[in-house]
């Protein structure tokens, strides 16, 4: 069965510190999503793509974080500097945006973040 | 969905009872609603979805229910197995006509007992 490949797994680093998260799709799937989950709570979205374009990025802080879809496969996350409060679970999804499945969103296995 | 907090309601059920977790958006246009399943440290996982003309749909020891009058959709587990003990989140989102976010509800911890 596919899935949505996400590494690494785990990440630790110290406050300041540049970190990035790489995400690869179902094979076909249009859409792509980064979600951060906090402990105990439900993932939120950071940005979504639609091919390499930016579709919504209005919950992204765009002071420190971006991300980009370059051949609209693959995706990078990266938070420069990190902070604190940026430990969390950082996860991606993808859709195939057809019609009839539109928003089922298949998600990877995540990456949890440790910010020292 | 609704704002979550720190603390995850529990729901602890025993093995071979069946489960009932509950789920409340707010977003009165939200048209498509997705039930996930998480287990500690993975990703969430897609159980069964449900669009806003219907008011039920099964799958294989699931059923969705959904009342848009009162904006809540529940879950229903049948004979409830230790496998099932995860975390559960409804999500919603808007018709579009196009791939759109998700909004997470609040996430009810399962627990089953033997």
């Known amino acids: 069965e596919a899935e949505v490949a996400q590494s690494p797994r785990y990440k630790i680093t110290e406050k300041s510190q540049a970190v990035a998260f790489w995400c690869d799709p179902i094979s076909g799937h249009a859409t792509l999503y980064w979600y951060r989950q906090i402990l105990g709570q439900g993932p939120e979205l950071l940005v979504q793509?639609?091919?390499?374009?930016?579709?919504?990025d209005s919950q992204l802080p765009k002071d420190r974080f971006s991300a980009e879809r370059l051949k609209g496969v693959d995706s990078t996350l990266k938070i420069q500097p990190a902070e604190l409060g940026d430990s969390a679970m950082y996860l991606c999804a993808s859709s195939s945006g057809l019609a009839g499945d539109l928003n089922i969103q298949y998600f990877g296995a995540g990456t949890r973040l440790s910010v020292l | 969905g609704e704002s979550v907090g720190l603390h995850l309601p529990t729901l602890s059920v025993q093995e071979g009872d069946n489960s009932i977790i509950n789920c409340a958006y707010s977003?009165?246009?939200?048209?498509?609603f997705i039930w996930y399943k998480q287990e500690s440290g993975k990703g969430p996982q897609f159980i069964i979805d449900?669009?806003?003309?219907?008011d039920k749909r099964q799958g294989q020891r699931v059923t969705v229910l959904l009342n848009k009058t009162v904006k809540h959709l529940s879950l229903q587990i049948a004979a409830t197995q230790p496998g099932d003990s995860a975390v559960y989140f409804c999500?919603?989102?808007?018709?579009?006509?196009?791939?759109?976010?998700?909004?997470f509800g609040t996430g009810t911890r399962l627990q089953v007992t033997l």
């Open positions: 449900i669009r806003s003309n219907m």
């Open positions: 999500a919603d989102t808007p018709n579009t006509g196009t791939a759109s976010k998700l909004t």
């Open positions: 977003n009165s246009a939200s048209d498509y």
């Open positions: 793509f639609q091919d390499e374009s930016v579709v919504d």
